[in-house]
């Protein structure tokens, strides 16, 4: 018997895929990011995040498969194929919009991940997609300002669109 850990013929080949399974992927993109190949790659298209792999970058990680090994969500899985690749250039593999901050209007998560996480909870847990978390933890810091602060006594504070709009004055003057 040989050494378990060893690699087999198999798993060095050059020529890999992935089996995705976009009911499963929240875009969390844990994947793209950990990927050194850059075969799996994300892209924030407007109100949009997609998620692409193109099979002739892959090399399946020396048969380590990161993006296999570090998905939360068990939604892809790294395959040796038998052949190269066909196609050539990226492949959509799951998409999603964007949601938006009522506050700030930034964009800050794909709804699909917020949904995902949403059911994780489980039921009767519903995931804030109205604020993003900046603006999120604001609300809370004021809304605990406002329930403990003794009667009558002012509490000042700022907004976290007033912090980022102060920010952003003082990176423009500079």
Not at 59 to 83: M, V
Request: proline residues 5%; aromatic residues 6%.
């Amino acid at each position: 018997m040989g050494n378990p850990n060893e690699k087999t013929a198999q798993d060095k080949r050059d020529n890999w895929t992935v089996d995705h399974d976009k009911n499963k992927c929240a875009l969390c993109v844990v994947c793209a990011k950990n990927c050194p190949t850059d075969a799996l790659r994300r892209d924030v298209e407007g109100a949009s995040l997609a998620l692409y792999f193109n099979a002739n970058l892959c090399d399946g990680c020396g048969g380590e498969a990161l993006c296999e090994a570090q998905c939360p969500e068990e939604a892809i899985k790294s395959l040796p194929a038998d052949k190269p690749a066909e196609e050539s250039g990226f492949v959509l593999l799951n998409q999603s919009a964007m949601a938006q901050c009522q506050y700030c209007d930034e964009y800050f998560a794909p709804i699909r991940r917020l949904e995902v996480i949403g059911k994780k909870g489980g039921e009767g847990h519903d995931v804030d997609q109205v604020y993003c978390p900046l603006c999120r933890r604001t609300n809370l810091v004021v809304q605990f300002i406002e329930e403990t602060r003794a009667p009558g006594s002012k509490a000042e504070y700022r907004s976290a669109k007033d912090i980022l709009r102060k920010a952003q004055k003082r990176i423009d003057s500079e």
